[in-house]
């Protein structure tokens, strides 16, 4: 009799519903508990490697645009002569040239964060080729004074930036797209900088 008492209070402990539905909420929650940690520690990583690859362009335009932006104009040839109507004004030219850094800065980190830069380094090298690049053409236009070594260089870039937006958009496709604006900006550039040479 002793036997049974045992056997039927070891069964009715573990058939008890209540008893394992409690353990078993218990055990839930705590793996939702973690998914939900995980995913908010995974936010807060996503927040900072966005804000870094933002910030690193954008710096680097202000940079220019402060110590290398010409306060004449666009160089001593256009003293003489009145420049193109369709030139922009020098704070529209350096909050486009943010613009443009800041949407290749945003593309970058898209085609980062799925990891297309260790699988492609190829496009790891157009896009820091196309950064370097895009910072050295206006301390050359303005600072320096050298049209055909600005053209150059702006020709450059728009190689770089079509490298960037062919290797971008096979590991996604809307970082391809961002980077189409900056290839506009980049002609546009180029044609400003080429009318430069005969001002």
Same mark, same amino acid.
């Given at each position: ?129 196309? *950064? &370097?690049?895009? $910072?050295?053409?206006?301390?050359? !236009?303005?600072?320096? @004074?050298?049209?055909? +070594? ?10 770089? *930036? &079509?490298?960037? $937006?062919?290797?971008?958009?096979? !590991?996604?496709?809307? @970082?391809?797209?961002? +980077? ?11 044609? &400003? ?7």
């Amino acid at each position: 009799m002793d036997s049974q008492n045992v056997k039927q209070r070891t069964r009715n402990a573990v058939d008890d519903p209540n008893i394992s539905n409690t353990t078993q909420s218990k055990n839930n929650n705590k793996t939702v508990k973690l998914k939900r940690d995980n995913r908010a520690a995974m936010a807060k990583r996503g927040i900072r490697s966005l804000a870094v690859a933002v910030a690193l362009p954008l710096s680097l335009t202000l940079f220019n645009a402060y110590f290398f932006g010409s306060t004449e104009g666009y160089g001593t040839s256009t003293r003489s002569t009145s420049k193109p109507f369709w030139f922009p004004p020098l704070w529209a030219l350096h909050m486009t040239c943010m613009a443009s850094s800041f949407l290749m800065g945003l593309s970058a980190w898209l085609v980062w964060a799925e990891g297309g830069f260790h699988r492609n380094p190829t496009a790891l090298y157009h896009y820091l080729a196309q *950064l &370097v690049l895009s $910072s050295a053409w206006e301390p050359i !236009v303005f600072q320096m @004074a050298a049209p055909w +070594v600005g053209l150059l260089v702006c020709l450059a870039a728009f190689g770089s *930036l &079509v490298g960037c $937006s062919r290797q971008f958009k096979v !590991v996604n496709p809307i @970082a391809g797209d961002l +980077v189409k604006p900056c290839l506009a900006w980049t002609s546009f550039l180029a044609i &400003v900088n080429l009318k430069l040479l005969f001002l």
